[in-house]
């Protein structure tokens, strides 16, 4: 994933699954053989990783949903993280 690519459309990997833990009140990404917890910030980016997004659209909805400013590089940072890390296909 290019570091300057606001056009790419992220979506979860297909081994990877989003799931809310209700008894421990945690967002873990279930990968086979594997489990990450995650916190509230890449739970949310992760969880509009669907494919229909471009990554300036996912920083939008972010910078809207926790009234924040500047997430560019944070969301950036974190997808090229997740992708290296094959939980996001572009």
């Known amino acids: 994933m290019d570091n300057s690519d606001l056009t790419a459309t992220p979506r979860l990997a297909t081994k990877a699954m989003l799931k809310h833990d209700r008894v421990r009140d945690v967002e ?4 086979p053989e594997r489990v990450v917890l995650l916190n509230k910030s890449g739970a949310a980016i992760l969880g509009l990783c669907d494919g229909s997004r471009t990554v300036r659209q996912l920083v939008d909805q972010l910078e809207r949903d926790f009234e924040a400013t500047d997430l560019v590089n944070d969301v950036m940072m974190f997808l090229q993280d997740a992708h290296g ?6």
């Open 28 to 31: 873990l990404l279930l990968l």
């Open 85 to 90: 890390r094959g939980w996001v296909v572009t």
